[in-house]
C-alpha cells in the first residue's frame, strides 16, 4: 500500500521520498533565501537519497498532439513534476501555472513545494486528463 498523507491522500514511495527531502532541506535551511537555493540543497538531498532525478528539465507542451513550445520545470523525479517556490505565501498563480505544465506536458502528478515559510509547504496537484485536483497541502 502506497503511503498516506496525513489527509489520507495517497502517495507513491517516490512522492513520499521527495516529500522526506523537502522536509530535510527545509530544517537544515529554514526559510529565508531564493529559490535557486533551496533548488541546489534539495538536488543533493535527492542526489543522497539515491532518486534519479533532472533538474531545471526542459519538457514540451503541445495543443492537440503537436509540440507548441517548451518550459523548464525545476525537477522531474520518476513520473514526479516538482515546482519550487520560497515566498511568504504561494498565490493562486502558482497553482494554475503548475497545474498547467501538468496538463501541458502529460505529466500525471506534481509537486508545488514552498520553502518560504516557518514549515515547508507541499501541496500535490493531480491532472488526471480533464481537470485539475488538489490536496490542499500539508
Known amino acids: 500500500m ?3 498523507s496525513r489527509k489520507g491522500y495517497d502517495f507513491s514511495d ?5 516529500i522526506g527531502a ?3 532541506v527545509h530544517r537544515a535551511l529554514g526559510p529565508g533565501f531564493r529559490e535557486v537555493i533551496y533548488q541546489r540543497a534539495l538536488a543533493l538531498e535527492l542526489q543522497a537519497s539515491g532518486l534519479e532525478f533532472a533538474r531545471e528539465e526542459w519538457i514540451s507542451l503541445t ?7 517548451r518550459h523548464r520545470v525545476d525537477f ?3 513520473d514526479i513534476m516538482v515546482e519550487v517556490k520560497a515566498t511568504s505565501e504561494l498565490k493562486p498563480e502558482n497553482f494554475v501555472q503548475t497545474t498547467s505544465y501538468l496538463k501541458a506536458s502529460g505529466y500525471r502528478l506534481g509537486l ?11 501541496h500535490r496537484l493531480l491532472w488526471d486528463g480533464h481537470r485539475p485536483a488538489h490536496d490542499g497541502g500539508s
Open 2 to 4: 502506497p503511503p498516506r
Open 22 to 24: 523537502c522536509v530535510r
Open 63 to 69: 495543443y492537440q498532439g503537436k509540440t507548441i513550445g
Open 14 to 18: 517516490a512522492a513520499h521520498e521527495i
Open 76 to 78: 522531474i523525479i520518476q
Open 112 to 122: 508545488l513545494v514552498n520553502f518560504g515559510r516557518e514549515k515547508v509547504e507541499v
